[in-house]
């Protein structure tokens, strides 16, 4: 059996991160992968790092289309995991004339348009990363019933607890100087609603006096947020840390992990936070509610509600037996619910059932 993964996205975010998670899976049990991606960004750099081959693209829709009409022909699958990948892998179809899997991880509504209709239609698999992004693909194309399916997004939990070590938390807390720290990891941009976190930072310090908030990710709004802190007069409590590679102890140091966000296909952050033990609060959107259990493994707050949010990162920090639930729980779940292990085999299944001798869509 031979994948080839399509990913167009120019940064490394939690989609990317998920797929080399399953090329590496896939691997481990003789299953040969090729990822096809633009040539010098994070994804291409790190699959070369692992010595995963790759297909250098170059962004250019009519020209990418062609090389995955070629380059296709010689897999048994076209799997893609990103929006304009799926683009891409599905126009390509009748050059390749290979079955086309794509994984969903977004919570907001395909675009209706003809292109949308198209590329939906020319696919022989939606995965779902949440049984939330499944309701949504399933309201606008009510036709995919049977050909969707859920597989959760996972996290690597020996890998994780691998790369903690206790004397570079220790360093971290003491740079980070907050009684207590509170963080996330979010790139910066309208979906993750930093400045809900950022109001209700406000709060927080009211009954905290010596929190601090830190924001590890990058972004196109950083100089917005920055004025928004700014015109709050918290600029010494709230700091736009920026993009953090060893992201595993940064999260371990904190207090509290916060998920501000309008919107998440399922918040894989949530995770490694979950895994790293650190208690977790979440704006109950799209796929979030499916991870997080409001007062079992973690606490739920509604979007857009900075003063609620406010009372749950208060809460676990002024509530040690409840802290100590919270993560207990979240952990159990994680090891159980996403493991990789999980993720891949059942990619494998569904790949299996792909090429049972079903006919092309």
Same mark, same amino acid.
């Given at each position: ?165 206790? /004397?570079? =938390? *220790? !360093?971290?807390?003491?740079? #980070?100087?907050?009684? $207590?720290?509170?963080?996330? @990891?979010? +790139? ?101 509610? /499916?991870? =997080? *259990? !409001?007062?079992?493994?973690? #606490?739920?707050?509604? $979007?857009?509600?900075?003063? @609620?949010? +406010? ?51």
């Amino acid at each position: 059996m031979k994948i080839l993964h399509v990913d167009t996205e120019k940064g490394w975010r939690g989609g990317e991160q998920q797929l080399l998670y399953l090329v590496k899976g896939l691997r481990e049990k003789g299953i040969t992968s090729a990822v096809a991606c633009r040539t010098g960004d994070e994804l291409f750099k790190k699959c070369k790092k692992e010595g995963i081959e790759t297909v250098p693209l170059k962004g250019n829709q009519t020209s990418d289309i062609l090389r995955l009409g070629y380059i296709g022909r010689k897999f048994d699958i076209i799997h893609a995991h990103s929006a304009k990948g799926h683009t891409i892998s599905a126009l390509s179809k009748k050059l390749h004339r290979k079955p086309v899997v794509y994984t969903r991880r977004v919570d907001y509504r395909p675009r209706k348009n003809r292109l949308t209709y198209l590329k939906y239609k020319n696919t022989d698999k939606i995965v779902s990363i949440t049984e939330a992004v499944r309701r949504i693909v399933l309201e606008s194309f009510p036709f995919l019933t049977n050909r969707t399916e859920v597989i959760y997004s996972s996290v690597d939990v020996r890998d994780i607890e691998r790369k903690v070590k206790s /004397e570079i =938390v *220790e !360093n971290i807390k003491k740079e #980070l100087n907050g009684n $207590p720290t509170v963080g996330t @990891l979010a +790139a910066l941009t309208e979906q993750k609603d930093i400045p809900n976190l950022i109001e209700a930072s406000k709060k927080v310090l009211e009954k905290l006096t010596n929190g601090k908030f830190f924001v590890f990710g990058e972004g196109k709004l950083r100089k917005k947020l920055q004025k928004i802190i700014n015109s709050k007069g918290i600029s010494k409590s709230f700091i736009l840390y920026g993009f953090v590679d060893d992201i595993v102890n940064y999260t371990k140091a904190l207090d509290v992990f916060v998920l501000p966000s309008k919107n998440e296909g399922l918040g894989s952050s949530l995770l490694v936070a979950m895994v790293l033990k650190v208690p977790v609060v979440s704006t109950n959107v799209g796929g979030t509610g /499916e991870v =997080v *259990e !409001n007062e079992e493994t973690g #606490l739920l707050v509604p $979007p857009n509600n900075p003063e @609620l949010l +406010a009372d749950a990162i208060v809460r676990i920090v002024t509530d040690r037996e409840l802290s100590n639930h919270l993560v207990e729980k979240a952990y159990n779940l994680v090891t159980k619910k996403f493991s990789v292990d999980r993720m891949v085999n059942s990619y494998v299944e569904l790949y299996r059932e792909v090429l049972s001798g079903k006919q092309l869509l």
